[in-house]
């Protein structure tokens, strides 16, 4: 049976939607809606999470990331700049840090600083420095070969400029170039905030007091005491709180700086 | 206005340059000077060795042989802090990189403020007074991309005759720009060249280096061809290659296209 292009793409998208709808329906008729409410929502239990919920957990999720993602610029600017270093041993110890820690699971590293540091140097590692490292590790290794993409996205112009002006390459590097390399990468860099406030939750590895829980912890001690999936649900919430802001800022710094080239309008650098 | 009476003695003097990029010679033994305060236009075809010849007046590019020697400093000695030398040569680039993530006061300023270490109050000072010069007043607050191509050019201008150099150069400064531009931007150079302006101009405009130029050199083929009064080149030129260069310059309809 011959039929036009146009009727079986319509055929095609009825079926779709039909089998759309039978799940539905399936799900709906068959599941016991009281269970799965008590199960992952119950009002009661997640009434009880709160105020702590919020100023415990989501405030230490948010100072261990801050704290990480901090720690993690610092370096990965230094191993950025040495990745372009004219001297050759600076690129290979950054080239060396970089393929590293970019192939290790987050959690080993955590482990590693947290607990491995305190044992090797017999001596006590406050969690919030522990995770400040550990995270700033994990981040520094994405971050730095960002951040010298953006340094090299910044037009050859802007350097010669600032060298004609009488700028040192060091003062050009700090005055002109990481500023406009910034801008460029902002995007990029508010996407990996977002994957270290997720990352940020393997510090339930390290074992914490209370007043250190972070959401997964708090979620889970919760999901201990009740029975109920809820505390799942509403740390899970509490994540979305954080990321999805970030994600849509991630996005809106990616319209605003894309459509427009930074730099000069110089798309013919030719010299005679 | 030229200072050039009371200080005689070269602006510039550069001696058997020569320049390679990688097997290619671009420079093949360059050998020119310019007295102070006065005005020289290089012309030639695409890919004769100019704006490299220009850039090596300032060592943006690094020669591979000779000496480049400005205001009695020579540059070419690897004991000179190149970085001082600098501040007293200003350049204009072709493409004009205003620096885009400052506003044209902070473009102008930030020089002054970082390398001469002018204070702030002092570097707007001299920011307004060349923003007025330049024909700018009162657009310190506008980023470079809100501005048109002649403008940013004449920002850049701006900044660099706030460092107060003793001489500069200018590279095809009118070239990325659109036809209806170019006079503002020549009309900032012709006025700075009446001033006493010690200036090296790397340009495709030939009635600019005919009426302003003091001198104007001929290069082809990483050589300087012929030399000499700016009317004797552009108006009565001696050899035939810088005939055939003119020729297409000036009467561009009988050619295929631009070079």
């Known amino acids: ?272 | 206005m030229s200072t050039a009476a009371e200080t005689p003695g070269l602006a510039v003097d550069i001696a058997g340059l020569h320049k390679s990029f990688g097997p290619v010679e671009v420079l093949r033994g360059i050998d020119m000077q310019v007295k102070r305060g006065e005005v020289v236009c290089i012309i030639g075809p695409s890919g004769s060795g100019k704006s490299t010849l220009l850039r090596c007046v300032n060592l943006l590019e690094e020669p591979t042989a000779g000496s480049v020697v400005v205001n009695e400093v020579e540059l070419t000695d690897p004991d000179v802090d190149i970085d001082a030398a600098r501040t007293k040569i200003g350049m204009v680039f072709q493409s004009f990189n205003l620096f885009s993530h400052l506003n044209v006061l902070n473009n102008i300023t930030v020089a002054q403020i970082k390398v001469l270490k002018r204070g702030k109050a002092e570097a707007e000072r001299t920011a307004l007074a060349n923003l007025e010069r330049v024909g700018l007043t009162g657009r310190g607050t506008a980023m470079p991309s809100e501005l048109s191509g002649g403008q940013q050019q004449r920002v850049a201008i701006a900044r660099a005759l706030s460092m107060n150099p003793d001489v500069m150069l200018f590279d095809e400064p009118t070239s990325a720009l659109d036809p209806e531009l170019v006079g503002d931007v020549l009309a900032v150079m012709r006025r700075l060249a009446d001033e006493g302006m010690t200036m090296l101009v790397v340009t495709h405009e030939m009635q600019f280096a005919r009426e302003v130029a003091d001198r104007v050199l001929f290069m082809d083929g990483g050589v300087i061809v012929e030399e000499g009064l700016s009317e004797e080149v552009i108006g009565d030129p001696q050899e035939e290659r810088t005939r055939a260069f003119l020729s297409r310059v000036l009467n561009p309809v009988h050619v295929n296209g631009p070079d």
Request: glycine residues 8%; charged residues 15%; positive net charge.
């Open chain 1, 1 to 272: 049976m011959a039929m036009s292009k146009r009727k079986r793409a319509r055929v095609v998208r009825g079926v779709q939607y039909g089998i759309l709808v039978a799940v539905i329906l399936v799900v709906a008729l068959t599941a016991n809606w009281t269970k799965i409410r008590t199960t992952f929502f119950d009002l009661e239990v997640a009434g009880d999470m709160f105020p702590e919920v919020i100023t415990v957990g989501l405030f230490n999720t948010v100072v261990y990331t801050a704290l990480g993602f901090g720690f993690g610029l610092g370096l990965a600017l230094v191993l950025a700049l040495m990745r372009l270093s004219v001297v050759r041993v600076n690129r290979w110890i950054a080239g060396i840090y970089i393929e590293f820690f970019r192939g290790l699971p987050a959690l080993l590293v955590i482990l590693a600083v947290g607990t491995g540091i305190p044992l090797a140097f017999g001596t006590f590692l406050d969690k919030y420095v522990a995770l400040m490292i550990a995270l700033g590790i994990v981040a520094s290794a994405y971050m730095a070969e960002t951040l010298r993409a953006g340094i090299q996205a910044v037009p050859r112009g802007q350097v010669e400029a600032a060298r004609s002006l009488g700028m040192s390459p060091g003062r050009t590097m700090v005055t002109i170039v990481i500023p406009q390399a910034f801008k460029i990468i902002l995007p990029p860099l508010t996407n990996e905030l977002i994957l270290l406030t997720k990352d940020s939750s393997l510090a339930l590895f390290l074992g914490a007091s209370v007043s250190e829980y972070e959401l997964t912890q708090f979620g889970r001690v919760a999901l201990n005491e009740s029975r109920s999936l809820t505390p799942v649900l509403v740390a899970g919430i509490c994540y979305l709180i954080i990321t999805i802001p970030l994600s849509y800022l991630s996005r809106y710094l990616e319209r605003r700086t894309g459509g427009r080239k930074l730099g000069t309008p110089e798309s013919t650098e030719v010299k005679a």
